[in-house]
């Protein structure tokens, strides 16, 4: 059931102001209306978190990774509400939400496994030495612990998976620390659904009812008073460079800074290398335009950027994406404002002296509806004008022409930090591509060889970040096992008698984890 309520530990909030949901696909609004959170809401959440951290953090590894099962668990339980109010919220299909959903569901039990190993904890003793030669040493152990308190951001894109349950949530509470979310304005219902399916896992488990809270609302005095709070320890975000960036300055100016993880913007360069270009170009276009289109091109991996060289292959290439993309229906956008942007940005390219249009998708009938664009300039033009690569979110992508080998290493030397580059690449390319793969390398988080970029993979091995301005911090990730990295932070113990340690490093190893021993790695 949707109340519109503010979640605040075990307690609901009801606040004098509220809005309501609008439905992208016909402008409507929905019904119920939501409580606007405020300050008092943010000052009783994050107390409620700052109570709650001591004894979460603690809290076993069996514990935890049943807690985050039994979200999981929620979450499906909630059954086909949960896609119907997503799909009204959102404009999505249901076959993307219930997969969505999926997502959500395994991103928390992977991080269960996560949990139950004990890895992430990083368990490192370094036994006395009380003989040694000249000096002794000293007893010394460390794990990982809990930063604090994390805010976490509802995305726009991605209502299930990045939001209220999603990865940051997920691994700020594998991690051991309480979430107190500022829930997406665009999507109140499916927050506040998915906030219960927690708030329960919470107290079916025993935990401070402090572990989590749910802060609907659609004013940045909720978000920038959330972060700028001191018991808030960190911040998971993924939205636009205005919006992170704002929430980075917000948290670098309190009395005591805060790292802010935002996720932000990414053109996820794609380079298309001779012989692949020649061999396959026909074949390769239309899969560019799906990849390009998909979701109305909404992912934060959408590929918005081409480089190849120069040529008749390139133009065959261009050619064929124009005619399939000039086929391709529009697509419904998540928000208004969202669709707005992308317009906005479409038009921008439009005017520009040094950008020809490809072309454009089909026009559509209904409101909030995404025509896809693809566009061409040369290497030369994309150098000289910065607003060439920068984000148009949304199914748009520009096309660079390049002289030599040399000019796309100059295009690539001189973008911003990317979440993905791709490779695509035939025999008789190698040489080409093992010059690029470096280069690429220190642009990005991820390379991929002969695929298309849409998409993550939820694993131990992903990395979905990149340097700035793809994420804030570019040692980090938000998908994955080692997004759980972000909300930990290491503390040696130095000669602690046993009953003072906490119970991972004793020397029983009550918890059964790997532990590295004197530099030696031993099994659990």
């Given at each position: ?19 309501r ?104 003793i370094d ?25 976490v ?47 329960k ?37 993924t ?73 008749p ?9 124009g ?23 479409v ?14 998708g ?16 040369d ?29 796309i ?6 973008l ?33 060889a ?29 998908v ?21 340690l ?5 020397d ?7 532990r ?9």
């Amino acid at each position: 059931m949707i109340n519109g309520n503010i979640l605040v530990g075990a307690a609901e909030h009801v606040g004098e102001a509220t809005f309501r949901a609008v439905d992208p696909a016909t402008g409507a609004t929905l019904d119920p209306a939501f409580a606007e959170s405020g300050k008092a809401e943010i000052d009783a959440a994050c107390a409620l978190a700052a109570a709650a951290y001591p004894s979460f953090s603690e809290t076993d590894l069996t514990t935890r990774a049943a807690f985050l099962e039994a979200i999981a668990d929620n979450i499906v339980a909630i059954g086909d509400d949960l896609i119907v109010r997503a799909m009204a919220e959102s404009g999505l299909p249901r076959v993307r939400l219930e997969g969505e959903r999926g997502r959500t569901v395994g991103q928390l039990k992977l991080f269960a496994n996560v949990v139950r190993a004990g890895d992430f904890l990083d368990v490192t003793i370094d036994p006395a030495m009380p003989d040694r030669a000249p000096l002794p040493r000293p007893d010394m152990r460390r794990r990982n612990i809990a930063l604090g308190p994390v805010a976490v951001f509802g995305a726009s894109n991605f209502p299930l998976a990045f939001s209220t349950g999603g990865g940051d949530t997920a691994s700020a509470l594998a991690a051991g620390c309480p979430v107190v979310v500022k829930g997406h304005p665009a999507h109140p219902g499916t927050g506040e659904l998915v906030a219960r399916a927690i708030q329960k896992a919470v107290a079916d488990c025993g935990l401070h009812e402090g572990v989590f809270s749910f802060l609907p609302g659609t004013t940045h005095e909720l978000g920038g008073g959330l972060v700028a709070d001191p018991r808030i320890a960190a911040v998971g975000f993924t939205g636009s460079r205005g919006g992170g960036l704002a929430l980075v300055k917000i948290a670098a100016e309190r009395a005591v800074p805060i790292p802010v993880y935002a996720e932000m913007s990414s053109i996820n360069p794609v380079v298309l290398l001779p012989a692949a270009l020649a061999a396959r170009g026909a074949a390769m276009a239309p899969a560019f335009v799906q990849s390009l289109t998909m979701g109305a091109g909404q992912f934060c991996t959408n590929p918005g950027l081409v480089l190849a060289l120069a040529g008749p292959e390139l133009d065959a290439f261009v050619e064929e994406a124009g005619k399939v993309l000039a086929e391709a229906k529009p697509v419904q956008m998540l928000t208004p404002g969202i669709h707005a942007s992308f317009e906005q940005g479409v038009a921008a390219l439009e005017k520009h002296d040094a950008v020809t249009v490809v072309a454009r998708g089909c026009v559509g009938d209904g409101v909030n509806q995404a025509r896809g664009a693809i566009f061409r300039t040369d290497a030369a033009q994309f150098i000289a004008d910065a607003a060439l690569g920068h984000e148009v979110f949304g199914s748009s992508a520009i096309i660079v022409a390049c002289r030599d080998q040399d000019e796309i290493a100059q295009v690539i030397a001189g973008l911003e930090g990317q979440l993905t580059a791709t490779i695509q690449h035939d025999a008789g390319d190698e040489a080409m591509a093992a010059m690029l793969v470096p280069l690429l390398a220190a642009k990005v988080g991820r390379v991929l060889a002969n695929g298309w970029p849409t998409g993550v993979e939820v694993s131990h091995t992903m990395v979905h970040g990149g340097p700035f301005p793809a994420t804030s911090d570019g040692r980090t990730t938000s998908v994955g096992a080692l997004a759980i990295d972000r909300f930990l932070r290491p503390v040696c113990y130095q000669s602690l008698p046993e009953a003072l340690l906490p119970p991972v490093l004793r020397d029983a190893n009550p918890w059964g984890v790997a532990r590295r021993m004197d530099g030696k790695m031993t099994p659990a």
